[in-house]
């Protein structure tokens, strides 16, 4: 190595060259050449998270007189650059890495401490001036940081995806309206069923999204308990008495989210109990997704061999050998995006299963599966209701032919001719192909007048 072009820095374990350009330092170094794994870096979104709460940190330091100014200014000058998106580059550590997060914790300590020695006109790596663990990290230790910035990057990240849903929930509502009219046959087993309106459908469908994200907001509340100040196992070793709540103010401050401390930081360092009902919500919610998507896939199917009951927008040409096919491209895409979640879920669930005694050193799986989850529904969310919902249109000729030829139209004779006799009609009907009407006036079961008024299958699909 040219040494005109690198710096030498020590830890405990020796002493490692680094690229003079890097912000990072030997810690981080370090991480990056154990674990070469994915290739995919620490989420940007986490990393922004943490930047903020080194940020409070550093201001509460500094207001209790712990953390002198002329460190803290540079400190925090540091940190607003890396909250703006700045130095992401220097975010070097794979997001699967040793447990806890104490390699995201170093880069981000790393880079503030040597962004700041930068902005004092010092050289980086210089330590003695500004330490990545005695100052940026002072009255912290990985395991009440990352918890927190974790929960912080989940916080900041949720109104998109809440906003994506309302959208989605609202394309359902406004096809609800249009296709109130719209008769049809409804499917049990996959079978013929009664009357319904394609409406009542789409209908079903919006209120199935605004149950989700009820669902999400709840799971969401939990997120915002911080076990910040707990230290290395929750006993707030080193840490100001007032520290805790200090930190949670500014943090409520600077983001304008709504935090609680944690009444037990003990517990909350145990148990990621809040992040696995928070995957478990995002994972409600993509399976539900999926079934409407489903849905939506088997009633266009066709042109002519499937129900064609609705049509979807034309984005892209379905083959590359069969001219002029099209495929449900988008909703294909929702469903792989909601199995990846489903599988995010369970990998979650062990995490949070594997935490032991007084710390739980799967985090950085939990905040990868977690975030990736909660980006990747929401852009789905959108796009479906955009791109797909909001252009769909209704064969209305062919649901109301499917309305008037179930042979199930019969459920509504029960009351009147019995569940048995009424068997017998749909299974002359089905052997015959003739219909219910012809059956019931030829048979003398009922008179032609009695069965305009009572086979009407728009009277059956209201209360």
Not at 358 to 365: A, D, H, S, T
């Amino acid at each position: 190595m040219n040494n005109k072009s690198h710096r030498i820095e020590k830890d405990s374990l020796g002493s490692k060259p680094l690229p003079d350009d890097a912000l990072y330092g030997i810690q981080t170094l370090r991480a990056v050449e154990n674990f070469p794994i994915s290739g995919e870096h620490i989420p940007r979104e986490l990393v922004v998270a943490y930047a903020q709460l080194k940020k409070a940190c550093a201001q509460a330091n500094e207001s209790l007189g712990l953390l002198p100014g002329r460190l803290a200014a540079p400190i925090l000058k540091a940190c607003d650059e890396i909250i703006a998106g700045e130095r992401m580059d220097q975010f070097v550590v794979d997001i699967f890495q040793a447990g806890a997060g104490t390699s995201t914790n170093m880069n981000l300590n790393e880079v503030i401490a040597n962004r700041a020695l930068e902005l004092l006109r010092q050289p980086k790596g210089r330590y003695d001036l500004v330490s990545p663990n005695d100052h940026v990290n002072m009255a912290q230790s990985t395991n009440d940081t990352y918890p927190t910035a974790m929960r912080l990057a989940l916080l900041m990240q949720f109104d998109g995806l809440d906003g994506n849903l309302e959208k989605l929930e609202k394309a359902f509502a406004q096809k609800a309206r249009a296709f109130k009219s719209v008769l049809k046959s409804a499917r049990t087993h996959l079978r013929d069923a009664v009357p319904i309106t394609l409406g009542q459908e789409f209908g079903a469908y919006a209120r199935t999204i605004a149950a989700l994200r009820k669902n999400l907001q709840t799971a969401r509340h939990s997120l915002t308990v911080l076990g910040i100040g707990g230290s290395a196992a929750g006993t707030g070793l080193n840490v100001h008495p007032k520290f805790p709540k200090l930190v949670v103010r500014i943090l409520q401050k600077n983001t304008g989210l709504k935090l609680r401390n944690a009444p037990d930081l003990v517990e909350s360092m145990q148990s990621q109990r809040p992040m696995l009902e928070f995957m478990n919500a995002l994972a409600e919610t993509a399976v539900e997704i999926s079934r409407i998507a489903s849905d939506l896939r088997l009633l266009s199917s066709g042109p002519f061999t499937g129900f064609r009951e609705i049509n979807l927008p034309a984005v892209q040409p379905g083959s590359s050998i069969m001219p002029g096919k099209l495929n449900p491209s988008l909703l294909e895409c929702v469903n792989m995006v909601c199995y990846r979640i489903m599988g995010a879920q369970t990998a979650v669930t062990h995490a949070v299963h594997g935490g032991q005694l007084n710390l739980n050193v799967w985090m950085p799986l939990m905040a990868a599966e977690t975030l990736t989850s909660l980006k990747i529904l929401g852009n789905a969310a959108g796009m479906m209701a955009e791109k797909c919902i909001s252009g769909i249109t209704a064969n209305a000729d062919r649901c109301r032919d499917y309305a008037n030829r179930t042979a199930s139209l019969a459920t509504i004779l029960n009351p009147i001719i019995g569940y048995a006799k009424a068997a017998e009609v749909v299974k002359e009907s089905v052997k015959t192909g003739r219909s219910l009407t012809e059956i019931l006036i030829t048979q003398k079961i009922l008179t032609s007048k009695q069965v305009k008024q009572i086979l009407d299958p728009k009277r059956m699909t209201r209360f």
